[in-house]
Structures are given as structure tokens and as C-alpha cells.
DNA sequence: CTGCCACTTGAAGTCAGATTGAGGTCAACA
DNA sequence: TGTTGACCTCAATCTGACTTCAAGTGGCAG
């Protein structure tokens, strides 16, 4: 069987051995066995690790997320809380594309003060609570 | 003079009073004087903090906005910089719109496994390394 | 004058998602 | 056989933006 050591899981996921020890406490994934004392996973680890990074990128914390991947191979996240998480998105889109437009017009805005610029209040107003990640 | 108390421009701003003690700290804003302990502020104050939270909801730390927001009441923020963030933001719409799209369609996708799935392999792999904020 | 109560202080705590450090183990290569 | 280097464990630390805590202060209503 072609079981890989957690440096070719790190390699090949890009995640830090570190972070799967992390993940492996949090529940989201199991090593198969051992070599010595190193951790060797199946294959299936490598999808399993990006539908992990989705789930992240999609906002779900590590916790919704080990809730989320039944622990067999075939994974079938919950359809309710993914559409759901889409709507927040989609949502989020609109907010950051106010924010994009506020900037920009910022950038190129001469009023003497931002504060006295109509356009600057009118959308300070609906900004979204929500910061953009980094 | 109309000064204003801590309480009425937390209440006003919306933000906590130890918050702005902490945003003191960090060197964003200044109370003009004090009554007893209390900090007093100029009615400034306000759009210098919708501004803060502006560049908060723009993904800007507190030293960056610190940096960014001179002393005068007439802010002038970095032209450049804060192109340069709108650009960021507009990235990562697009990749929030590939992202709510493949949840979308991981939502209904009848594949025996996502990993199977042509699409969702395509879509992973150009996926951000960002998070949504919750 | 008394008491209330929102403020004051500095230090410590919170959260998530890891990373780092110290001290230890072990498979593989020379 | 010895060395190397990546892994191991567990606990502690980090980051950012605050909040909470305990103990203290003081303006103002009664």
C-alpha cells in the first residue's frame, strides 16, 4: 500500500506538519498508522485535506468543519449549511464591493475633508461590520 | 465649548469606551482634555473614527491606520495605499465569487465524491488562501 | 454631604489557528 | 555504527483587537 509519510502529506498539501498534529487533535483528521513514530496517512488524506481548506476558506472555523467531514472517505457536507454559508458570501461580495468603491473614490476625491464629502457619509453609513481578511 | 464626553462618543460611534482607551493606547486618537478623569473629546472625533472604521472594514490593522491617519483634522490618507487595498479587495471579490460558486454547486453536485468531481477539482486548486470573516 | 455610577487605571484574559521550544526518538544513509 | 535530520510530545507562546477584572475616582443629583 502507498501510504505517505506526513512530510509528503506537508509537501503535497502545502500544511504544515505542524498544523496536521493541530488538525489531528482537533478531531478533522487521523493518521492510518505508524512508521516509528511518524505519522503515515492513506491517499485519501490529500482530498480530504482540501475540502478541509475550502470549508476554512468558505469561513467555517475548524470545529464546524471536523462536524461537517463524516470520517468516512466519502464526504457529504451538509447541503443546508453550505448554501447558507454561499448566501453569506454572496453577501459579503456585495459589502466589499461598496468598500472597493468608497476606496477608490477616496484615492481620487479632493474635498477638502473625506468628512465633508456627501459621497463618503452616504456609504460610511452602510459599510459592513465585517473586516476583510488580510 | 461642545465637548464630548467618552459616553457620548462611545454611544455615538458605536465604540466601547475601552476601546477607545485602546485605540488611545495604540496612538489613533487623542482625548483634547479631561473633566475629573474623564476623557473629553472634540467633536472631530466622529469622522476620525468612521474613518478608522473604514480602514478596519478595508482590512487595514490599527498600526497601519495609525500610520495612515495623520494628526490634523483634516485626514489625508495615503492615496496610494489605499488604491493599492481597493485592488486587493477587488481580488478577493473574485475569488469569493469562485468560491460561493463552488459551494453552490457542492450543494447539489450528486458526484459519488467530491473528489471525484471534475469541477470541484478545478475550482480547489485556484482557490484563495483567505479566509471569510465571519 | 452622601451616594450613585459611569468612568479611571494596569494587568490579565479571550478567541482561533496555529507556531515555537525543549527535550526525545528513530529510519535511513554513509 | 554513527550521524543526520525530520519527525515526536506537551506546553507555552504568538497575533490582533479588544474585553474583563479589581480597585479606585469624581461629577452631579438629591
Redesign the pocket.
Known sequence: MELL???DV?ERSGT????????EKRGLIE?ISR?????QYEPSILPRLALIRLC?AAGF???ETAEMLPDEPRFTLDRDKITARADDIDAQIEDLEKLSKLLRHIAKCTAPSHAECPNFQAVLNSLPHKKVPR
Open positions: 509519510d506526513i512530510g506537508s504544515s506538519p505542524s498544523a496536521l498534529r493541530y488538525y493518521a512508521k516509528g513514530l511518524r505519522r476554512q472555523t475548524l470545529e
